[in-house]
């Protein structure tokens, strides 16, 4: 979004206070700025500041529609639902950051197990950007949520490990370009 689009919401709505991960609420008639709005979600600067977090099923609030997640493959064979986990992991934003977990090299492997006919147990590792960080629960919620979701998906766990730490230099070429690194 090359923009920043000024909103006032709708309808009160729950946010998620970044980077802390602090739940909380914004009234309706509250003016935001649109700083970001990538993945299913939005992420909005108030009017007094604070950069929080707004889910796509409140996307109404923004006089928005949610974004519809599509999976490349219907099929459920196990490559057909690892190719979807990876689809739908790049779809999840960290917050602060206009780049996808897969590219910002924060996924370290996809586990697709057979359990039955044509249903699969998938096994995420990943990590964070900075040890601590108040979305880590909230991004390793979004990855989650939309595995679980796939044709296929039996049971998902997403692991978030620390070690080994995250560097910029785990980021796909793709990733620097857009943050400007190169």
């Given at each position: 979004?090359?923009?920043?689009?000024?909103?006032?919401?709708?309808?009160?709505?729950?946010?998620?206070t970044i980077p802390d991960g602090t739940v909380g609420m914004l009234r309706q008639g509250m003016e935001v700025?649109?700083?970001?709005?990538?993945?299913?979600?939005f992420t909005v600067i108030t009017d007094y500041g604070h950069m929080v977090?707004?889910?796509?099923s409140d996307?109404?609030?923004l006089g928005k529609e949610p974004q519809q997640?599509?999976?490349?493959?219907?099929?459920?064979?196990?490559?057909?639902?690892?190719?979807?986990?990876?689809?739908?992991?790049?779809?999840?934003?960290?917050?602060?950051?206009?780049?996808?977990?897969?590219?910002?090299?924060?996924?370290?492997?996809c586990k697709?197990?057979?359990v039955g006919d044509s249903q699969y147990d998938v096994q995420i590792m990943m990590t964070l950007t900075a040890p601590g960080c108040g979305m880590g629960p909230v991004i390793q919620g979004d990855v989650e949520k939309g595995i679980r979701a796939l044709p296929g998906v039996a049971s998902v766990n997403v692991?978030?490990?620390?070690?080994?730490?995250w560097?910029?230099?785990?980021?796909?070429?793709?990733?620097?370009l857009q943050l400007g690194l190169y």
């Open positions: 979004m090359a923009e920043k689009e000024t909103i006032i919401l709708t309808r009160d709505v729950n946010i998620v700025t649109v700083h970001q709005a990538l993945g299913d979600n977090r707004i889910a796509g996307a109404d609030a997640l599509h999976t490349l493959a219907s099929e459920t064979s196990a490559e057909a639902v690892e190719q979807n986990c990876w689809e739908v992991m790049r779809t999840v934003y960290d917050p602060e950051i206009p780049v996808n977990i897969v590219e910002l090299g924060l996924v370290y492997y697709v197990s057979p692991e978030v490990v620390l070690d080994p730490p560097s910029r230099d785990m980021m796909s070429e793709v990733a620097k």
